[in-house]
């Protein structure tokens, strides 16, 4: 069952004034990055800039879960991972029910 989760991420300043860059570290340790609206992110913790990456949360769809990890898919698209990644079940909220 599909349902929409809050995902832990890091955010930096990008170029375009109203986007931030978002980076995510999947489960296989690789960071997934990707252009994320400034609407689309959200509690942050400190001032984005282009020299310090600050923590943050952006939505995403929960396909499914282990006791572990999750597979989420985002909204947008990363030319090298895509849309669906693994991560580790810690950094997702609300956690999965186990039922």
Known sequence: MISE????CEVF?????SSY???IKTLE?????????????FDM???VNESVLIKGRVHASLITH???YASIELPID???MGKRINIPLNIIWPPPSSG
Request: a positive charge; aromatic letters at 12%; hydrophobic letters at 40%.
């Open 5 to 8: 989760v809050s995902v832990k």
């Open 13 to 17: 300043k990008y170029k375009l004034q």
């Open 21 to 23: 860059l978002v980076k």
């Open 29 to 41: 340790g690789f960071l997934w990055e990707g252009i994320f609206e400034k609407e689309k992110v």
């Open 45 to 47: 913790i400190g001032v």
């Open 66 to 68: 282990s006791s572990t």
């Open 78 to 80: 990363n030319s090298k």
